[in-house]
């Protein structure tokens, strides 16, 4: 019996070690999702816009 207790003890850690790996993954994917989110949303228009210019000073040279 105790051999039994033992194999499952280990079964019960080895699962919640697996939910708290795969807990952690989706949380780091929900952050990455979230920074990228606000890349987009609030950095790049502010790089668009020196960009955008310089394109205009280039094309006006030629």
Known sequence: ???FGDRLCRLSLLVVAGLIFLHSILLMRSR???LA???RTQVLPHLQR???RLREQHSLKN
Do not use: A, E, W, Y
């Open 37 to 39: 989110n606000t890349l």
């Open 32 to 34: 990455m999702v979230q």
């Open 1 to 3: 019996m105790t051999q």
């Open 50 to 52: 020196p960009i955008s």
